[in-house]
């Protein structure tokens, strides 16, 4: 199970790059997922050399998406970034770009979730051809109005199932999904469109619901049975440690990583 | 519309029950949900005896639930503390008794789910027998671990339908449900086990999740179509507005229950 371990890097904040990826290797972790400002502050073509050198996998690139706009300036902009967000992911040897959909334009909540829709339908070919998948990720319904209007699993996967099933499939978080009363039924319905699966834990209460995630065990998410449930859709992919933690952040990243491999090792099977 | 207008007591949770029931009387006010704590601060004889000769009716008493127990103790002690809110709905002359269902139990969210249907079942002749009604409310999926394993309407629609559809309804707050991709289904689908009605808004984004929600109006929830919806269902009772708000508890409550008028009539229509 522990050569499934990916380290998001958003979850060792205070390292650069080049740290994660001496980490990782140190540790015998396999791969990774990055993030745009994080390869941005390295620069894009270093960073590729960074990681090609290193042995070590990107299993995604976070993240795309924001495609709710509310002037058309917004739109072109939205869509230009996108674009080069395939590149991205395209130059660094990542298989997915995660999207993360956007919130609520002026235009409402329904007219938001059609920009999404459009938005993935423009943004389709191009990922296309550049052999690049997109994961529509539902974030938890109370991120709603300002990251993501889709909130469910059953959401992501209705979406996806109008777009070509090797490019587009969905990210399934365990930190925004689990208290879904659907989500088993969700999961096994995804089957081959799950294209990444991320953990962290709920605290109970979150000391912040964006960055007060907690790391697997202390809180109340039930790993196992979501973890069979994954594999029994039929998904063998890695499996990504996404938190994000003030308290995590303030550890020298050393500390955090072992921490981090010690929790998955402990309760993701 | 107006006429829809029911306070509830935590909106303005700076006055004791008579000064609520005064300053509704004051404004017009026709109807107003109670707190059990509220009540039992004057006394349930004495806030009987003010309630009746105030012609203000009681649209709602909160609340009952609570039912996922660790222990046979607990479960003992919450079905007779359930009793207790049944009878004191019925001393009241409240029509209905809100239940927020309770968080997760040790035994996991399944078994907590379980342990709802299974809480209500027991509740239900009790409950039939005075008179009262008892209205699911689905909270907001953040509120899962600690406060209510029904997180979305469709659930709470599932749950009734076990029980007999004159005793066992749905509460639908918007601020709870605004975000769900089936609300507008699962609102039709409800139809006359709409038992209450709750509104205020979601702040973007909100200060706090607990005690930050907003005056209507100061947030992003599309009022208009959520209210056509509910009346659509048939839903044809008061209108109760429930807004957890810091800011709105330090103010005079006269200031308070003005601004309150005022949004609902500017927006609940």
């Known amino acids: 199970m522990s050569d499934r371990l990916s380290i998001n890097h958003y979850s060792i904040r205070q390292w650069r790059l080049p740290e994660l990826v001496e980490g990782c290797q140190k540790n015998g972790i396999k791969s990774i997922g990055v993030w745009r400002d994080k390869i941005n502050a390295v620069g894009l073509e270093k960073a590729r050399q960074l990681l090609q050198e290193s042995g070590i996998a990107v299993s995604s690139l976070c993240r795309g998406g924001f495609f709710p706009y509310s002037s058309d300036q917004e739109r072109t902009n939205t869509i230009a970034d996108n674009q080069r967000a395939v590149d991205e992911a395209a130059a660094l040897g990542s298989p997915l770009l995660v999207l993360v959909c956007g919130g609520m334009a002026s235009a409402g909540l329904d007219c938001s979730r059609e920009m999404v829709r459009e938005g993935i339908a423009g943004l389709t070919p191009y990922a296309q051809a550049r052999g690049v998948k ?105 499996i990504e440690v996404e938190i994000f933690n003030e308290q995590l952040w303030s550890l020298p990243g050393d500390e955090a990583l072992s921490l981090i491999k010690k929790r998955f090792a402990e309760f993701v099977h």
Chains 1, 2 share one sequence.
């Open 134 to 238: 997109l994961g529509i990720e539902p974030l938890h319904p109370m991120f709603i109005a300002n990251r993501s209007v889709i909130a469910t699993l059953e959401q992501a996967n209705a979406l996806a199932d109008h777009f070509p099933a090797d490019t587009v499939g969905v990210v399934i978080d365990a930190y925004h999904v689990w208290w879904d009363p659907n989500l088993y039924r969700e999961i096994a319905r995804a089957g081959s469109r799950i294209f990444a699966v991320h953990v962290s834990d709920w605290l109970v209460p979150p000391p912040d619901f964006l960055n007060g995630r907690g790391l697997m065990g202390d809180g109340c998410i039930e790993f196992g049975k979501f973890i069979t449930a994954v594999n029994g859709a039929g998904y063998k992919g890695p």
